[in-house]
């Protein structure tokens, strides 16, 4: 069936560091792709997404790009904030509104 | 524009007790979604409802597990008897229809001991 892998966190960065967070997935056909954030106490919200290979989301400084030749969406964002410590989770959603999240990575950003 | 309310936050109960949790959803949304987050993992869709239909409930632990969402808005999740490995936030979700962008409350989290 349809999966998401995600890098275990935590990611720790200082301030204005690069922030990479990898995603693969694996799928049967041309999935959509996602990037939902949780900060602490809130519930999880749409970051980014991407509907077909090449595309490239963004939202915030973060982009990622959907690879189909690497079954890929890593996220990126060149200079991270405090206020970006977040649990951040990978999803795909093939063709349906069904959603398959990955476990989720945290990012802690200290100053 | 209200997002999704959940009630309670938080709700602790022995094994073989029941609970209930209750979801409202953004005004005009006809999808609502009831996820299951375990410590640890992502979010497991258990049950989607198109206005007061159950569209997909494949995930969900029937002998235990109930929803419903009358008249196509509030919509309630039980469990009844819940396990300790029922432990676990449970998310409900909102979208204007099926495959918008989904709008997540902010969880129950269900203790069992």
């Known amino acids: 069936g349809d999966s998401v892998t995600q890098m275990e966190g935590p990611v720790t960065l200082s301030e204005e560091a690069f922030l990479t967070i990898n995603c693969t997935y694996t799928a049967t056909g041309y999935p959509s792709l996602f990037w939902y954030v949780q900060y602490p106490g809130e519930g999880l919200q749409l970051l980014l997404k991407?509907?077909?290979?090449?595309d490239k989301g963004s939202n915030k400084g973060f982009e990622a790009t959907y690879r189909k030749e690497t079954t890929s969406f890593h996220l990126e964002k060149g200079s991270v904030q405090v206020s970006d410590s977040a649990v951040y989770f990978c999803a795909l959603s093939e063709n349906t509104d069904k959603l398959i999240f990955g476990t989720g990575t945290r990012l802690q950003v200290f100053p | 524009e209200a997002g999704v309310a959940q009630s309670p936050r938080y709700k602790i109960i022995e094994k073989r007790q029941s609970v209930a949790f209750w979801c409202n959803p953004i005004?005009?949304?006809?999808?609502l979604y009831w996820y299951q987050q375990i410590l640890g993992q992502g979010p497991k869709l258990l049950i989607q409802?198109?206005?007061?239909?159950?569209?997909?409930d494949s995930q969900l632990p029937k002998d235990r597990f109930s929803a419903e969402r009358l008249k196509g808005v509030d919509s309630t999740l039980k469990i009844q008897p819940a396990k300790l490995e029922d432990s676990a936030v449970y998310l409900c979700?909102?979208?204007?229809?099926?495959?918008?962008?989904?709008?997540f409350g902010p969880g129950t989290r269900l203790t069992v001991t």
């Open positions: 991407a509907t077909k290979a090449d």
């Open positions: 005004s005009g949304h006809a999808t």
């Open positions: 979700a909102s979208s204007l229809d099926r495959e918008d962008e989904q709008y």
């Open positions: 409802f198109q206005n007061n239909g159950v569209v997909d």
